[in-house]
T-cell receptor, first 111, second 114 residues
Framework: KQEVTQIPAALSVPEGENLVLNCSFTDSAIYNLQWFRQDPGKGLTSLLLIQSSQREQTSGRLNASLDKSSGRSTLYIAASQPGDSATYLCAVGFNTGKLIFGQGTTLQVKP | DAGITQSPRHKVTETGTPVTLRCHQTENHRYMYWYRQDPGHGLRLIHYSYGVKDTDKGEVSDGYSVSRSKTEDFLLTLESATSSQTSVYFC?????????????FGPGTRLTVL
């Protein structure tokens, strides 16, 4: 059974720090990996999607990497801001059309 | 934001009563999904649809049924609600299979079963 784990569960950093969120998965036969952001009481917003053939994707201050062989992905956030405070979820996708989500990392960026 | 609405946004009901949640999209996407989100379990897929009248089960489908009679609407029904179905329910859509395409999520429905 595919399992997706995100560590740490919570993280608090001062504004301006660069930080890394981690995601690991047990089955390397994934189709892609996606990172989402969820604000309290809201739905999920897609941040980045990495196809299985890719090693990284970038959007603004965000960079996501994927290492299928080791079952790991990282989300790098540069120069963090208080507005980045949210829960970040990773999800692995399969060619069956299903996504398996991790439980998320809750990030707090303090001014 | 993708044009996805969910109704109702909040509902409190009693054990044993039927409940229907509605997801409506204006994007004409083929795929629609229902998830539930619970502390300690994250997001789990209940059912999904790959076209009008075409649906399939997810990992936690017991106690739930779905219907899709129009491209834009996907209904989730709890035939006889139980307290274990207290959760936040999210609808999502995608142009193609979720494994290959970005999913867009609705704002969620908070359901409490007393």
């Amino acid at each position: 059974k595919q399992e997706v784990t995100q560590i740490p569960a919570a993280l608090s950093v001062p504004e301006g720090e660069n930080l890394v969120l981690n995601c690991s998965f047990t089955d390397s036969a994934i189709y892609n990996l996606q990172w989402f952001r969820q604000d309290p009481g809201k739905g999920l917003t897609s941040l980045l999607l990495i196809q299985s053939s890719q090693r990284e994707q970038t959007s603004g201050r965000l960079n996501a990497s994927l290492d299928k062989s080791s079952g790991r992905s990282t989300l790098y956030i540069a120069a963090s801001q208080p507005g980045d405070s949210a829960t970040y979820l990773c999800a692995v996708g399969f060619n069956t059309g299903k996504l398996i989500f991790g439980q998320g990392t809750t990030l707090q960026v303090k001014p | 934001d993708a044009g996805i609405t969910q109704s109702p946004r909040h509902k409190v009901t009693e054990t044993g009563t039927p409940v229907t949640l509605r997801c409506h999209q204006t994007e004409n996407h083929r795929y629609m999904y229902w998830y539930r989100q619970d502390p300690g379990h994250g997001l789990r897929l209940i059912h999904y649809s790959y076209g009008v009248k075409d649906t399939d089960k997810g990992e936690v489908s017991d106690g739930y049924s779905v219907s899709r009679s129009k491209t834009e609407d996907f209904l989730l029904t709890l035939e006889s609600a139980t307290s274990s179905q207290t959760s936040v329910y999210f609808c999502a859509i995608s142009e193609g299979l979720a494994g290959a395409y970005t999913q867009y999520f609705g704002p969620g429905t908070r359901l409490t079963v007393l």
